[in-house]
C-alpha cells in the first residue's frame, strides 16, 4: 500500500505539496483550519496578490501547471518610483523579457486546490490541526463544534504558515529544538486604488509601483480588474507612524502631503485607512525542519520571512521542488531524503531571510537616492556586457533559481563591497562609463 501523506495546511504550499505527492502515487490528505475558499467570498488576513517570480514558476512549471496561473498573472517589468517632488523614474528589474508577476493570492490558492484535486488528494476543510500524539504519528484536529476527529499518517507535513500549529507541537514534544521569531518595529496596511471611470487602470499596469520615504513606503501592485492593491509599510510608532496618525484630518493630510499622486486616486483614503487592518512582519527561524521519516516543516512553518524581496511563497514553492528532485535521487529512503532536504534548504532560507530584511532599506530609502541610482546604472552595464560574471542580487534572487539563495547571499555582500567603494570615488558621477571603470570593476571582481 502506498505511502499516506498528510498535509496541514491547504494555504498556497501545502496545496501545490498535494499535487508534487499525488503525481508520486502517494495518498494525499490535506487538512485546513478554514472553510472551502472557493466557495465563500475571500477574505485574507494577508496580502491580497503577490508577485510571482521565476523560483515559483520553476515549481509550477514543473508539474504543467503555469498554463492554469498564466491567465491570472500581470507582468510587471519594473519599478515605477514616485519620488517625494512628484517626479516618477522607471527602474527595469533585469535584462529585456525579464518580469516579475502579480497574482490574486485567492484566485493563485483556489486553482492550486483544484489542481491537487483533480490529482486525487482529498481536502478536509474546518480541521484545525490541535496536537499531535508523536508515537502513533497520529494528528488530532477540532472542526466545528468543537468535534473532534484523528487521523494516521506515515509521513506528515506542515505547511501551516508562521503560525504553524504544528511546528509548535514539534517544539512542545522534542527537546532541543530551536525556535526564533522576530518582529520588525513597522507594519503593514492594504488600501486600494480603484478602477477609473472606464473600469481601466489609473497607473501604468506593468510596473511594480513604489514611494519611497525613507522611514516608510507606498507600494502598489495591479490586479486585472483595473484596480490596484497599495500596501503602507508604516512604523507603528513615532512620528509619522501608526500610532501617531489618529485623527481624520491628519491621515487626509499625511496622505496629500506624502503620497500625493497616489492620495488623488483614493477619494476614501480616510476611510479605508480606518477601517483596513494593520498587521505586523514577523521572521520565523527554526531547526530541526524534519524528524527520522515521519514529519517535515514545509513553506512559511519552516522559514517566515519579511515580504520585501516577494520571495516567501517563491521560496515555499522552491522547497517543494527541491523534495521532488529529492524524490528521484533517494526513492523510498524518507529519512535520507529529508535529512538532505533540510541540510539544503535551511541555508536557503536564513539567507532569503537576512536578503528580504536588506531589501526593505533598499526599497524605502535607497531607490530615491540619485547615487544609487547611478550604482544600479552601473551593475546594469556591467551586467549587460558580462552576463556570467556579474549578475545584480534582485535578479539572482529573482530571475536565476539555479543560483541559490545562500549563493546570492555571498555574492551579493561581495558585490555590494566593490560597489561601495567604486562609489566613494569623488569623480564618479564623470567617469562612470569610462573603460577604466570598467576595467577596474573587472579586477576587483577576479581578485579573491
Ligand atoms: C504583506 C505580504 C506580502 C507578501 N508578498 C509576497 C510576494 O509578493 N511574493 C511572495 O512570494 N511571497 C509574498 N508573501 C509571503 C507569502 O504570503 C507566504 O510566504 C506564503 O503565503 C506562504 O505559504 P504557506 O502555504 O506556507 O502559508 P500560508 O499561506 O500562511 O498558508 C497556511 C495555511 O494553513 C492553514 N492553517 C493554519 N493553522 C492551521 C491549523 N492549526 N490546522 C489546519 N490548517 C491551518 C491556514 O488557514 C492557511 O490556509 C507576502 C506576505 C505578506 C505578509
Redesign the pocket.
Known sequence: MSKRVVI????????LLSVYMRRRGYQVDV????GDMRLQQYTAG??I?????DR?IRALEELGLMERIRPIAIPMHGRQIHQADGKEVYQPYGMSGQFINSVS?GEL?KTLMDLGEEEGAHFHFQ????SIDWSANRIH?EMEGDKMISTDADLIFA????????RLQYQLHHDRFQYQQSYIDFG?K?LTIPAGADGGFQMEPNALHIWPRKNYMLIA?PNPDGTFTC?LFFPFEGDPSFESLQTDEQIRTFFDTHFTDAAGLMPDIVTQYKTNPT?S?VTVKCYPWVKKDSFAL????AH??V?FF???????FEDCFVLNSLMDKHGEDWTALLQEYQQLRKPDGDAIAELALNNFLEMRDRVADPKFLLQKKIESKIHARYPDQWVPAYSQVTFSPHIRYSEALVNSMRQEAIMQQLMARPDIETSWDSPEIENWILEKLHKR
Open positions: 496541514v495546511g491547504a494555504g498556497l504550499v501545502g496545496s487538512y485546513e483550519r478554514r494577508r496580502s496578490n503577490l508577485a510571482l517570480s515559483g493570492r490558492n480541521h484545525r490541526c490541535v484536529f505547511a501551516d504558515g508562521a503560525f504553524s500549529a504544528t503593514y492594504e501592485l500596501t498587521s512582519l514545509i513553506g512559511d512553518s517566515a520571512i515580504p516577494g520571495q516567501g511563497m517563491n521560496c515555499g
